[in-house]
């Protein structure tokens, strides 16, 4: 199946500042996933990115706050913006790997202070 | 929308016990997958059913999909220390977007006593 590289794997940030999550996969994918898992919780789908068009926002995600970048089949980034301590969040990228289950990357441990 | 509710939310056993969590979708699924986040880790994907009554095991591990296919469950058996960590279920559907999605439950987070 699929490996992903995210990173960073955690940062400790400014509130009002931004960062951006990379998510480089080994092969080429259609369609990668961004989640987010706010301590303790499940997983929350945050958007789709294809490859060639611009990402797809769930409820409650908007793309000024959570712009996100799929240049290619095997690469994208997700940045959060502006952010707040209401932000501080795990960050995870997936894709479809083969049998149909995820693959997740690392994830990105975010603190917003 | 589609949604997945697992229970118990915890779960604290005795090392050698054995820990049962159930998941139910609030539609028909078609396939049903599973999910472990040890601590401080990120999800890994453990199986996926996809028929009505389907019984899959992995060594101590039992998954079952019900013959609706709206529930599900997953039984260990005779638990070790190594079992400890959170596990999901998720179910397939299309979001209010949209797209394809994997709606994930809540969890249900196993604590092995030594």
């Known amino acids: 199946s699929a490996v992903i590289s995210q990173k960073p794997s955690r940062d400790i940030c400014q509130r009002g500042t931004s960062l951006t999550i990379q998510c480089q996969v080994d092969?080429?994918?259609?369609?990668m996933f961004w989640y987010r898992q706010q301590p303790g919780q499940s997983l929350t789908l945050i958007a789709t990115?294809?490859?060639?068009?611009?990402?797809?926002?769930e409820s409650g995600f908007v793309i000024d706050k959570f712009p996100i970048s799929r240049p290619n089949l095997t690469f994208s980034t997700l940045t959060v913006s502006n952010m707040s301590p209401e932000d501080s969040s795990i960050y995870l990228c997936?894709?479809?790997?083969?049998?149909?289950?995820?693959?997740f990357g690392s994830g990105t441990r975010l603190t917003v202070v | 929308g589609q949604q997945v509710m697992q229970i118990p939310q915890y779960q604290h056993v005795q090392e050698g016990e054995d820990f049962t969590t159930y998941c139910n979708s609030s539609?028909?699924?078609?396939?049903i997958q599973w999910y472990k986040q040890r601590p401080g880790g990120h999800p890994v994907f453990l199986i996926q059913?996809?028929?009505?009554?389907e019984v899959k095991k992995q060594k101590r591990l039992t998954f079952q999909f019900g013959e609706a296919k709206k529930n599900s469950s997953l039984h260990i058996t005779a638990t070790q220390t190594t079992d400890v960590g959170t596990y999901f279920c998720?179910?397939?559907?299309?979001?209010?977007?949209?797209?394809?999605?994997?709606?994930f439950g809540k969890g249900t987070k196993l604590s092995v006593i030594p």
């Open positions: 997936s894709v479809v790997g083969q049998g149909g289950g995820y693959t």
């Open positions: 092969s080429q994918v259609t369609m």
């Open positions: 990115a294809n490859q060639g068009s611009e990402a797809t926002y």
């Open positions: 539609t028909t699924l078609s396939n």
């Open positions: 059913l996809v028929k009505s009554g």
């Open positions: 998720a179910g397939p559907g299309y979001s209010g977007a949209g797209s394809y999605q994997l709606t």
